[in-house]
């Protein structure tokens, strides 16, 4: 198994621009979410997915959209890049549907936004 | 809704030496408490966790702590080895109608050889 994969690894962006961060996962988790990593921040919560079609908001969701057509795949969509969304994006699943608790990460995408 | 605060920011040990990592979360309703270790450059992966009906976890040279009644747990690590300096966050999972895993800033620890 893959476990969780994620696309591109790293992404620049000019301000206003937009794009897809992709995440895919093989091992069949019904859970999947989108963390943004920033310095002294931790990992905030983008927005999550409980299964194909149900997508919900974390505690960051302004600027990002997400949609889940299948249990694969959750990719996260920037719809007009700005210099605050630069960070370092993580993509996770837990196998542990309903309480979503023990959560796989994917590599990271770092995006710059210029 | 659920905030979790860490301390220290950063910490420095030598080798051999113990280092503790506390946490405070604000919803008396959550009742699982992560811990992730992230190496540089490398993704968060879990190290231990532990659950409110549970008051300590051993794993090895890592435990974990947890007092509902103050709303705070604790990472320890003895004999810690160079290996051991990462980033560790620790998380508190919010209890809604699904789950989310809230997250500390992180705790950047440093073992001295």
Redesign the interface.
Same mark, same amino acid.
């Given at each position: 198994n893959a476990g969780v994969t994620q696309t591109p690894k790293f992404q620049v962006l000019k301000t206003g621009q937009s794009m897809t961060l992709q995440c895919a996962q093989d091992m069949n988790h019904e @859970?999947m979410?989108w @963390?943004r990593q920033d310095p &002294?921040?931790? $990992?905030? $919560?983008i927005h999550?997915s409980?299964g194909a079609g149900i997508t919900?908001q &974390?505690?960051v969701p302004n600027g990002y959209n997400v949609s889940r057509s299948t249990t694969e795949d959750f990719p996260l969509r920037l719809l007009s890049a700005a210099p605050s969304q630069t960070s370092v994006y993580?993509c996770a699943s837990s196998p542990d549907y309903?309480?979503?608790?023990? $959560?796989f990460? &994917?590599? &990271?995408t770092q995006l710059s936004v210029l | +809704?659920e905030n *979790?605060e #860490?301390h220290p920011?950063t910490l420095s040990v030598q080798e051999g030496d113990s280092a503790v990592i506390k946490c405070t979360y604000s919803d008396s309703a959550s009742n699982?408490f992560?811990w992730?270790k992230q190496e540089l450059g490398?993704?968060? #992966?879990?190290i231990i =966790?532990i659950r409110s009906n549970v008051g300590e976890k051993k794993d090895q040279r890592i435990a974990v702590t947890l007092n509902k009644t103050a709303k705070h747990f604790s990472l320890h690590i003895t004999e810690t080895q160079p290996e051991d300096s990462a980033v560790y !966050?620790c998380a508190a999972?919010l209890k809604t109608s699904? =789950?989310? *895993?809230? !997250? +500390?800033? +992180?705790t950047s620890l440093s073992v001295i050889p």
């Open positions: @859970y979410s @963390y &002294g921040m931790g $990992l905030r $919560l999550y409980v919900d &974390g505690e993580f309903p309480t979503n608790e023990k $959560l990460f &994917g590599s &990271g | +809704g *979790v #860490q920011s699982y992560p992730y490398k993704r968060p #992966q879990l =966790d !966050f999972s699904y =789950d989310k *895993v809230i !997250f +500390g800033p +992180g």
